[in-house]
């Protein structure tokens, strides 16, 4: 079943605020092959952050999280993340189309501080192919 | 850095195990990154690493190149999947070019492929360097 129309411009409820510790960070890092002696997280730990907000916008809307394939992600940064931070993600549908049987979901995510000043923004495009497509 | 800098193309080998790894460390449990039949079951044409996998990867070479400078831009589209098999490793190469450099602000286009084939869209970092 498409996704309703009705979601463009909705935003959603801001993730549990998640405490970015030190080992998270290198085990994020070392997952990717990387390597972690401190300092600012990876360029791409904020989605972690992201997926969080992601998944419960994926069960809000009982859509199946093995029928999402990414098609685009874009991270703009205030400034790096760094352990110790406290994030929160709010996610916002931008955009919707179908194309083929498939929802083309367009999600901006901001990623704030315990201040609430932005860290960074991520915007992604979820590919849904849903079950009849 | 100067514009038309041409960057030490990084290669980085992925096995399932890294990804079973990721997973856990980014939250990403798709099963689309670990199971072969659910892959298959939606067009997949096997055990595909997460695009983020692929992005990270990109995003290590750039701060190898640029000695771990802060990143204030990176993105890409996910073109084609990098399918990783069930035994062994797949080969991913990161290359690298400097588009510009204006304002304190350095600009890298990125290519990102695996068995020849680009897997990123337009993969591009803005560093602070």
Redesign the interface.
Known sequence: MPIDQSLVGRSFPPTPPRPVTEE?VR??A?????DYDG??A???YP??LA??AM?AFLEAEQVD?????????????SR?VVPGDVLTATLTVASLRQIGGADIIGTASEITDADGALVCTT?A?LVH?GADA | MNPGDVLETQTYDVTRADLVRYAAASGDQNPIHQDESVATSVGLPGVIAHGMYTLALAARAVATWTGGAEVVDLGCKFTNPVVVPADGAVTVTVAGTVKSVDDGLTTLALEVTCDGQKVLGMPKAVVRA
């Open positions: 998270h085990a994020f070392e997952s990717a092959g990387g300092g600012p990876p360029a791409t989605i972690v997926f969080d998944n999280l093995f029928r999402i394939v990414h098609g685009e992600q874009k991270f703009s940064y790096p915007r495009t192919k």
